[in-house]
């Protein structure tokens, strides 16, 4: 029995590596699927996490992140991401695991992905003898060129191409200085992403997952608004460093917000029975429209003052 138990065991860790590498195969090699896939590579991690234990899962992960070194062929920034990516995946399961709330489950999962992330890049610049800031605006240069490259292959018109290389500096300053911003939302809506489709996965297998209660009634606690409105504040003081800090704390607040509008949504769409189809068409069009975007993001953040679900009147009456 433990050999059978033990082949079990072995079988499903390798099913676990296969879906992680078909997912990472198809984030770096499809053109417009990739970066939607990419999304997803820390949710068969969490999966297997679930499934199998922390020591199985560990080697799930460990066994994903080496074919995705082989695959890089050496240290590169973009190595870093993926491997970001699978620590999320255990980290979250880690979470699942200990049943805390979905606050909780978010920040430490994410700190524990970002803070490795963080030594890593630290130590690969005392290594290289860069520093953080040459070693990330070199990745930035670079993929700045090959988005230029890109357009040009689509056939983007010669105007806006050279528009676009007159940019490429300013382009670059402001990347390089909101990445901490884009590092930490990003994560964020990984995260949140990957445990909403976890959710019906695990639960059709009779695996553990936390009651994080009505999800559509969530909310961001009412003090981040006044952070927000401080970092809006600090985008007015006329010295770029300081711009850059209300800027990278309102890019991740905005992020907050947009879960909290999202749950507005949500909310709605089940109060009216919305048929599921359309529900889908939104929340597609939400990745194409940036207007749509902003608007989910308003209902948050006006939602403090709104109060647009009527959350506890409906419980007081």
Not at 7 to 21: D, Q
Not at 86 to 103: H, K, P, Y
Not at 268 to 293: D, I, M, S
Request: charged letters at 15%; proline letters at 5%.
């Amino acid at each position: 029995m433990p050999q059978d138990f033990n082949g079990e065991i072995a079988r499903e860790v390798g099913h676990g590596v296969v879906a992680t590498s078909l997912i990472f195969a198809a984030s770096v090699y499809l053109p417009i699927v990739g970066f939607f896939s990419s999304l997803f590579i820390p949710l068969p991690i969490l999966f297997y996490r679930s499934k199998l234990g922390r020591k199985a899962g560990a080697v799930v992960a460990g066994v994903s992140g080496t074919v995705v070194v082989i695959a890089f062929g050496g240290p590169t920034l973009d190595l870093l991401l993926f491997g970001e990516l699978i620590l999320l995946g255990f980290a979250l399961g880690e979470q699942i695991e200990r049943n805390v709330s979905i606050e909780k489950t978010l920040l430490y999962a994410c700190g524990a992905a970002l803070g490795t992330a963080l030594v890593v890049i630290v130590l690969a610049g005392s290594v290289t003898g860069k520093g953080v800031t040459v070693l990330v605006a070199d990745y930035v240069a670079r993929n700045l060129k090959l988005t230029l490259a890109l357009y040009e292959n689509m056939g983007m018109p010669p105007d806006s191409i050279e528009m676009i290389t007159r940019s490429l500096d300013q382009l670059q300053y402001v990347l390089v200085r909101i990445i901490p911003a884009m590092a930490v939302a990003s994560c964020l809506f990984v995260a949140w992403a990957c445990l909403l489709v976890a959710r019906p996965m695990l639960q059709r297998r009779s695996l553990p997952y936390p009651d994080f209660g009505p999800l559509t009634d969530w909310k961001a606690p009412e003090f981040l608004v006044w952070g927000a409105i401080a970092c809006g504040l600090l985008l007015l003081v006329p010295k770029p460093g300081i711009k850059m800090i209300g800027l990278n704390g309102l890019l991740v607040l905005v992020t907050i917000y947009f879960f909290q509008g999202i749950a507005i949504v949500a909310h709605f769409f089940e109060r009216k029975n919305v048929p599921r189809p359309f529900r889908v068409a939104f929340y597609g069009l939400l990745a194409l429209q940036q207007l749509l975007l902003l608007l989910v993001i308003g209902l948050g953040f006006f939602d403090m003052w709104a109060n647009f679900r009527k959350l506890g009147k409906e419980e007081n009456s």
